[in-house]
């Protein structure tokens, strides 16, 4: 593993000396790529720095330990720095496993979320609602921009879906274990005998697809327009200006309405398909390559069940890493960390038992 460690440090100064070579900042394209991985390697570059100072310090005083005429005082002093900087080196070591665990090239991506009434009617409608509200509040808390692509709104103030972008720094990274069925457990408003009501709604976390990532032909698309509406006759649209783009050779049919303008509708509806197409792409890869070994976190079965928002018991259960906690409320408005930290500590787990199998 040290000379893995040397590598990643010598590959860090390669980019810190390219980086101020003058043809090299005025080429965008090698500039960007060079600061990104710059980026990605900043971290893991810290922890090895750290890492060679505390052993250091901990061949140091295993070296002075050795020595003969220390007093009691200067021994004990020692030895508490020997031991203190076996634990650093130990706790360091397994921090620098997982920053060089193979990245998931999709991390840094802007994501695109499409959430889905399942079972449950109007009650599923409402708790569609309640998710957008839930990952509009914890975008906002990371300083993420969202922004709807379309919706369609039911009568009591849900949504029978709704699809929306978050851009942010690492959005996918951390948003990306929300696909799947979330299922909702309350008593709706509408219950005048008081009985838990059992919903369920999908969620869909996308990576926000490039053109050069997926191509797309021309003549595999089949555009309609209509005019938009929304719920009781709201927000109706007098021009033609909500777009239907049809992926023949897949069958995806992706709409945009939210727009007044055509042409703004038409290049959200096709940032939509590049991305369904790509996540496609990536799942059939994925798919192929963990045939042998089941995931215990997912991030693109929409079928599987993977977490219960239980309101009389104020409680949320993730069921892929069986954790429960007793913060609904809090949750519900935002503050998700602690199971989204949970899952991608899961996930790293995971992946370094991988490793050594």
């Known amino acids: 593993m040290l000379d893995k460690l040397l590598l990643v440090e010598d590959r860090f100064e390669e980019i810190n000396q390219k980086l101020m070579?003058?043809?090299?900042?005025?080429?965008?394209?090698?500039?960007?790529?060079?600061?990104?991985?710059?980026?990605?390697?900043?971290?893991?570059?810290?922890?090895?720095?750290?890492?060679?100072?505390?052993?250091?310090?901990?061949?140091?005083?295993?070296?002075?330990?050795?020595?003969?005429?220390?007093?009691a005082d200067m021994k004990e002093m020692l030895q508490e720095e020997y031991e203190e900087n076996k634990e650093k080196m130990e706790q360091l070591d397994e921090e620098i496993k997982i920053l060089l665990l193979p990245k998931d090239p999709n991390d840094d991506k802007n994501v695109i979320v499409e959430i889905r009434g399942g079972a449950g009617g109007e009650e599923a409608a409402l708790f569609v609602n309640s998710l957008y509200r839930m990952y509009s509040m914890y975008a906002e808390q990371r300083r993420w921009k969202i922004e709807v692509i379309n919706a369609n709104p039911t009568e009591l103030g849900g949504y029978k879906e709704i699809s929306f972008s978050i851009d942010g720094d690492g959005a996918y990274s951390r948003l990306k274990f929300e696909s799947g069925v979330h299922r909702v457990q309350r008593v709706p408003e509408t219950e005048t005998?008081?009985?838990?009501?059992?919903?369920?709604?999908?969620?869909?976390?996308?990576?926000?697809?490039?053109?050069?990532?997926?191509?797309?032909?021309?003549?595999?698309?089949?555009i309609d327009t209509f005019r938009s509406s929304g719920a009781g006759g709201q927000h109706i649209n007098k021009t033609e200006s909500a777009i239907r783009i049809t992926h023949l050779p897949t069958g995806l049919v992706v709409e945009c309405q939210d727009e007044r303008s055509q042409m703004k509708n038409k290049d959200k509806a096709m940032k939509v398909l590049r991305s369904r197409l790509y996540e496609a792409?990536?799942?059939?890869?994925?798919?192929?390559?963990?045939?042998?070994?089941?995931?215990?976190?997912?991030?693109g079965?929409?079928?599987?069940?993977?977490?219960?928002?239980?309101?009389?018991?104020?409680?949320?259960?993730?069921?892929?890493?069986?954790?429960?906690?007793?913060?609904l409320n809090d949750f519900l408005n935002g503050d998700m960390d602690e199971i989204i930290d949970a899952?991608?500590?899961?996930?790293?787990?995971?992946?370094?038992?991988?490793?050594?199998?």
């Open 193 to 222: 005998q008081g009985r838990v009501h059992t919903s369920t709604v999908t969620v869909a976390v996308l990576p926000e697809a490039d053109e050069v990532e997926v191509e797309i032909n021309p003549g595999d698309l089949q």
């Open 301 to 327: 079965d929409r079928s599987e069940r993977i977490r219960t928002y239980n309101y009389p018991q104020g409680r949320v259960s993730d069921h892929r890493i069986g954790l429960t906690i007793y913060r």
């Open 21 to 71: 070579d003058p043809a090299v900042v005025s080429d965008n394209a090698l500039y960007r790529d060079l600061m990104k991985e710059h980026k990605n390697l900043t971290p893991i570059v810290e922890k090895i720095r750290e890492y060679k100072r505390a052993k250091q310090d901990f061949d140091d005083a295993k070296e002075m330990l050795s020595g003969k005429g220390l007093d």
């Open 281 to 299: 792409k990536v799942r059939e890869q994925n798919a192929a390559i963990a045939s042998e070994r089941k995931s215990q976190v997912g991030t």
């Open 343 to 357: 899952l991608i500590t899961a996930a790293q787990a995971e992946a370094l038992a991988a490793q050594t199998e």
